[in-house]
């Protein structure tokens, strides 16, 4: 597509996030830099290629604005469309989307996959094709029964010592495989009583040493507001730990600036919990968001969903691992994909899951090695398995096998 075009200057218009602060665009001159020196503020080669071409008017500045980047998000194939050649089975999904889970791509991330077929890991993400339309007998809209642990709204209880605390329904780009599609991209939000009322429900019940703060995507939210939740939640004294789970390092590295840091760091003991899927996530941009949380002083673990496809083989999996240690993540959860509608084109059998935890155990390190975990249908909560390392187990000894298929004893008296 040539720059001057005007189907690439209306790219321009605003699809303005709801809730969004600003809808002031800075400017300064754009600037290209080599992969042979980082600056303060990143914009690779591919991002300004990207940027150049579909972009024209904007600066490096405006690039770096996480603000604008979701201004600017790709939510229709329209606008998919004069950036990638879309496929039938996209154009069918993109048509009819209507009630389900919405379409929003960030121009970051449009970036590393509008030049790719309609096969690609990361497309295949962010971009829907028809086959997210066919529900199976499995599928449920609320596969975890999150509505039924949820005394007041926003928050979910479903463990003895920690609550989940959905404090938005917005991201900025919406993964086709997210287990609140239920939820997310609805207009549905926490006003100042839902969120006193959740404070009030976390200091009355002094069992919960732990938040998690999720949603959607908490970091869509501004730094006030994220300081206004933060605060109220380290002010009740049973509360030992918080932590966010977000995936903006890879889908909008941009907004981890300088002063949600500030704002973050406050707030310790806090763990951030990410969502990589691949390898081809971990670009310049998101390593160096993922190094300034962790030089902030923020434990960071990745959970990430076992897909077909995408990372259901044991070389990809390995490479995301070894990577995200690289960055300073720490692999937590391996997930088999939940039975949301639509999610058979993403799902592998248990068996796939536990043969690539054996070709991870014992081949690599074991900070490499995530946990594989089931989210048990109707709230059952998260079950580790394990492949079949114990072989015999009696009153006398333990028989193992090891990684290498060697048995091993051990006594038991």
């Known amino acids: 597509m040539n720059a001057n075009n005007n189907e690439v200057v209306a790219l321009h218009c605003e699809g303005r996030l709801v809730g969004c602060s600003s809808d002031e665009e800075p400017g300064a001159k754009t600037m290209n830099f080599s992969q042979n020196r980082i600056p303060n503020q990143l914009v690779s080669n591919r991002s300004a290629d990207f940027m150049h071409r579909y972009f024209p008017l904007t600066t490096s500045e405006s690039w770096n604005d996480w603000k604008w980047q979701l201004r600017n998000a790709f939510t229709g194939p329209e606008e998919l469309k004069k950036i990638m050649k879309l496929s039938a089975k996209e154009i069918?999904?993109?048509?009819?989307?209507?009630?389900?889970?919405?379409?929003?791509?960030?121009?970051?991330?449009?970036?590393?996959?509008?030049?790719?077929?309609?096969?690609h890991p990361l497309r295949r993400n962010v971009v829907p094709v028809v086959e997210?339309?066919?529900?199976?007998?499995?599928?449920?809209?609320?596969?975890?029964?999150?509505?039924?642990?949820?005394?007041?709204?926003?928050?979910?209880?479903?463990?003895?010592?920690?609550?989940?605390?959905?404090?938005?329904?917005?991201?900025?780009?919406?993964?086709?495989?997210?287990?609140?599609?239920?939820?997310?991209?609805?207009?549905?939000?926490?006003?100042?009583?839902?969120?006193?009322?959740?404070?009030?429900?976390?200091?009355?019940?002094?069992?919960?040493?732990?938040?998690?703060?999720?949603?959607?995507?908490?970091?869509?939210?501004?730094?006030?507001?994220?300081?206004?939740?933060l605060s109220n939640i380290?002010?009740?004294?049973?509360?030992?730990?918080?932590?966010?789970?977000?995936?903006?390092?890879?889908?909008?590295?941009q907004r981890i600036t300088d002063g949600l840091i500030n704002v973050l760091r406050k707030y310790h003991?806090?763990?951030?919990?990410?969502?990589f899927s691949h390898p081809s996530e971990i670009t310049g941009e998101c390593a160096k968001a993922c190094n300034k949380l962790a030089d902030g002083g923020f434990p960071l673990g990745s959970q990430t969903v076992l897909l077909k496809g995408i990372n259901d083989n044991v070389p990809v999996m390995?490479?995301?691992?070894?990577?995200?240690?690289?960055?300073?993540?720490r692999p937590y959860y391996l997930y088999q994909c939940d039975l949301i509608p639509g999610s058979g084109q993403f799902r592998t059998t248990v068996k796939k899951g536990l043969e690539i935890m054996k070709g991870l155990r014992g081949f690599t390190s074991g900070y490499a090695v995530p946990t594989f975990v089931i989210d048990a249908p109707g709230g059952g909560g998260k079950i580790p398995l394990l492949p079949d390392y114990v072989v015999e187990h009696n009153d006398e000894h333990i028989l193992l096998r090891n990684y290498k298929g060697v048995l091993c004893e051990y006594p038991e008296k």
Request: hydrophobic residues 35%; aromatic residues 8%.
């Open 92 to 119: 069918m999904a993109l048509n009819n989307l209507k009630g389900r889970l919405p379409l929003r791509i960030t121009p970051y991330f449009a970036s590393l996959i509008y030049d790719t077929k309609p096969g």
């Open 132 to 229: 997210e339309l066919i529900e199976t007998g499995s599928e449920r809209s609320d596969p975890l029964h999150e509505k039924s642990f949820s005394p007041v709204k926003g928050i979910v209880h479903r463990y003895p010592d920690r609550v989940l605390f959905t404090v938005t329904q917005v991201c900025s780009n919406y993964c086709r495989y997210c287990t609140r599609s239920h939820s997310v991209g609805k207009l549905d939000r926490l006003g100042r009583q839902d969120f006193e009322k959740a404070f009030n429900y976390i200091s009355t019940h002094k069992e919960v040493r732990d938040v998690l703060i999720s949603g959607g995507d908490p970091l869509t939210l501004t730094d006030d507001t994220l300081d206004y939740i």
């Open 234 to 253: 380290r002010k009740i004294e049973h509360v030992e730990i918080i932590r966010i789970g977000t995936r903006i390092p890879v889908v909008l590295p």
């Open 269 to 275: 003991p806090l763990f951030i919990s990410l969502h």
């Open 318 to 329: 390995k490479e995301l691992m070894h990577k995200l240690l690289k960055i300073r993540v």
